[in-house]
């Protein structure tokens, strides 16, 4: 019998999953960022760059099929594809932002959230 995960090391496998899938599928710049001392709204930010509009959807598109297909989660919300400059696809305990080079230069998430572990 397969003992039930904390939300903790269930947030740590997405995000983990998450850089690995971008990374594999040519994400610039993937990067994790422990959150949850600093936030409510999620336990880990995962941020990728992608190189054109629809590198950003093909991205997203890869990272919402695969972690579907090797976890079992969906993301509850998803956040500003009409653009491609910018797509959010919140799961909750983890925040995935895939940016243009523009979109991550003009929200500096890594910035922001500068006191956040930051995981290669």
Same mark, same amino acid.
């Given at each position: 019998?397969?003992?039930?995960? +904390?939300?903790?090391?269930?947030? %740590?496998?997405? !995000?983990?999953? *998450?850089?690995?899938? @971008?990374?594999?599928?040519? #994400? =610039? ?21 992608? +190189?054109?509009?629809?590198?950003? %959807?093909?991205? !997203?598109?890869? *990272?919402?099929?695969? @972690?579907?297909?090797?976890? #079992? =989660? ?37 910035? @922001?959230?500068?006191?956040? #572990?930051?995981?290669?």
């Amino acid at each position: 019998m397969k003992e039930e995960r +904390t939300q903790k090391e269930l947030a %740590r496998e997405i !995000a983990e999953a *998450a850089a690995r899938i @971008l990374d594999a599928k040519k #994400g =610039v710049d993937v990067t994790t960022l422990e959150v949850g001392a600093q936030t409510v709204l999620a336990d880990y930010f995962v941020l990728a760059t992608g +190189t054109s509009n629809t590198h950003v %959807r093909a991205l !997203a598109d890869e *990272a919402e099929f695969k @972690l579907n297909e090797e976890l #079992g =989660v969906k993301p509850g919300h998803i956040e500003g594809g009409d653009g491609n400059s910018w797509i959010l696809l919140d799961y909750g305990c983890v925040v995935i932002h895939i940016f243009t080079a523009q979109g991550r230069e003009f929200y500096k998430l890594e910035r @922001l959230w500068k006191d956040a #572990g930051a995981q290669e």
